[in-house]
Every structure is written in structure tokens, then in C-alpha cells.
């Protein structure tokens, strides 16, 4: 009974910042990887970040890289996406996955990850 619940979204202006978190619960957390997706209006659910269960390894979306940055608290059970220099083509419902894992690897597709919230909106006006 894993579950994700995002928090954080909003609406900012062009060249803003957000702060998205996602809070787990019914899993043991570290010993899940977790990824940020987003999907916009008639656009199909892309990867924006990922990281490994203990939170050593990361991976960004080529196009997002250097704009945000994913984090975990293993403590508060707790995946943090950071995002800076927000455009309005950012805008879209970002959602949280997890899927247990044993190693280090980040799953980059959708189909890798089991488990997933229900989304917070992400709107950056022009």
C-alpha cells in the first residue's frame, strides 16, 4: 500500500522558483529508487529527474539539467525536486513514482517505476 503525495506546485512567473516534495508512506523509503515525472496537456508523462535509493546517484532530463535539482531525506521519507529558471513550457501536472529497488539504478521510463502520486500542477505564467 505504497503511497506518494505531491505537494509544492503552484503558479510563479517566468524565471522562478519552486520547491516540490513528495511525501511516502507504506514502504520502507530507502530502500526505494523514486523519479520526478511531469505530463502536459496532449504531451505524453516525461522523466524529469531520478535518484537512487540512497540518494548518491541522480539523473536529469537533458533539457531540464542545470535548472533543477532532486534530493531525498531518508528520514522524512521525503523526495525533494528543486526548480529554478522555470519557463513557461515547464508548466504541467508533476508527479512523484517510486519503485523498490536493490541496487543503485534509476529507472528513466515510466514503465520502471510501480507506484505514483496523484500529481501537483506546475504553472508558470509568461
Known amino acids: 500500500q505504497v503511497q506518494l503525495v505531491e505537494s509544492g506546485g503552484g503558479l510563479v512567473q517566468t524565471g522562478g522558483s519552486l520547491r516540490l516534495s513528495c511525501v511516502a508512506s507504506g514502504l520502507t523509503f530507502s530502500n526505494y529508487r523514486m523519479g520526478w515525472f511531469r505530463q502536459a496537456p496532449g504531451k505524453e508523462r516525461e522523466l524529469v529527474a531520478g535518484i537512487s535509493r540512497s540518494g548518491f546517484r541522480t539523473f536529469y532530463s537533458d533539457s531540464l539539467k542545470g535548472r533543477i535539482t532532486i534530493s531525498r531525506d531518508n528520514i522524512k521519507n521525503t523526495v525533494y525536486l528543486q526548480m529554478n529558471s522555470l519557463k513557461p513550457e515547464d508548466t504541467a501536472v508533476y508527479l512523484c513514482?517510486?519503485?523498490?529497488?536493490?541496487?543503485?539504478?534509476?529507472?528513466?521510463?515510466?514503465?520502471?517505476?510501480?507506484?505514483w502520486g496523484q500529481g501537483t500542477q506546475v504553472t508558470v505564467s509568461s
Open positions: 513514482a517510486s519503485r523498490p529497488s536493490s541496487t543503485e539504478y534509476i529507472g528513466r521510463a515510466p514503465s520502471e517505476y510501480d507506484s
